[in-house]
């Protein structure tokens, strides 16, 4: 048995909520033979925040403390745990998630400096969040977020139908409106254009944008999901061609290494991380963010050159097998055994 991690994220599966890459982890690394103990799967924010207190202080002896990060609320359950931490000298490593986390940093400085240049490394998923943290002279590396390459079998994508998947929770940050006005300018031109949105309503979000659909008389043209299971949307993805991510913020989302590994061709907004992540028309395609007429041009250009459509396709899967458990999981070995 290698050592102890008591890992602090929001465990709330059974909830309704989507998993988290925290969850994904936490399985991984018990699978490799740590005792991972997990808080908090507490639904109520003070109720979760208590527990994460309560389960590093019972579980610090031969501890080492793994803290996911975010910019949102969460931060602060963030560094009240680190302040647990401390106060009971653990060695506790933040995980950092979330594109929006650079701005929490500039516009909580005092508290981002507690938290962050008192741990034993921080790590970030993308250089985007590396760089933030280096420029501030914090300890900081880099581990991707995983997949089980194995478990997404490769489609490859010689030619593209505007058959348009979308994968993320439905909230403002994620902006999910602008994907059914892409589908409304889409149509003008592509009228068997289709556009299916996977995933949870956040804030209300998923009832906008029906009711948007519905002012746009594209309601039938659309199909809401709802929350579906890795598997249901892998399934999913096989009738459709082009994998679109609208988001305002961004790190190193996990929907989208996934539909790089089934091959998908991406239309991305180019905002926090996916500049690291994707080279444009190498192997996806970069558009302005809050513009339907980038995704437009962008959609038309793999319908219409094939060439290109193939070329993504395939440097997509190339691109998602770096991000396979195997090739990964040593850099969590080495740190892990190093603290």
Known sequence: MKRKIVYIDNFLTKHGHTPTIGLSLAALLSNEGYEVIKASTKKAKLLR?????????????????LISTY??????FALACSWMC??????????????NLPQRIQHSTKMSRQLFANSYMNVAVSGYLEDCIKKNGWRVAVIPNVIHINEYPFLERKTCKP???????????????????????????????????????????????????AELNVTDKVNFTGLLSRNEWI?????????????????LPVSIIEALALGM????????????????????????????????????????????????SRNARLLAEQFDWDHVKQQWNTLLQGV
């Open 49 to 65: 925040l208590l527990d994460m207190l309560y389960v590093i202080f019972k579980e610090r002896k031969g501890a080492v403390v």
């Open 71 to 76: 910019s949102s609320d969460a931060f602060y």
């Open 86 to 99: 401390r106060l009971l000298n653990i060695k506790y490593i933040p995980c950092l998630h979330g594109g």
């Open 163 to 213: 058959r348009l998947l979308w994968v993320r929770s439905f909230h403002e940050i994620y902006n999910p409106g602008l994907a059914i006005k892409v589908l409304f300018q889409l149509l003008k031109t592509n009228p068997d254009a289709t556009l299916a949105m996977v995933g949870p309503d956040k804030d209300g979000s998923l009832a906008v944008c029906k009711q948007l659909a």
């Open 235 to 251: 399934e999913l993805s096989t009738q459709y061609d082009i994998f679109i991510n609208t988001t305002n913020f961004d790190n």
């Open 265 to 312: 061709p991406i239309v991305s907004t180019n905002v926090g991380g996916l500049q690291y992540l994707i080279a444009d028309r190498q192997n996806g395609l970069l558009v302005n963010a809050n513009g339907e007429t980038g995704f437009v041009e962008a959609i038309n250009t793999l319908i219409h050159d094939n060439t290109m459509a193939e070329g993504l």
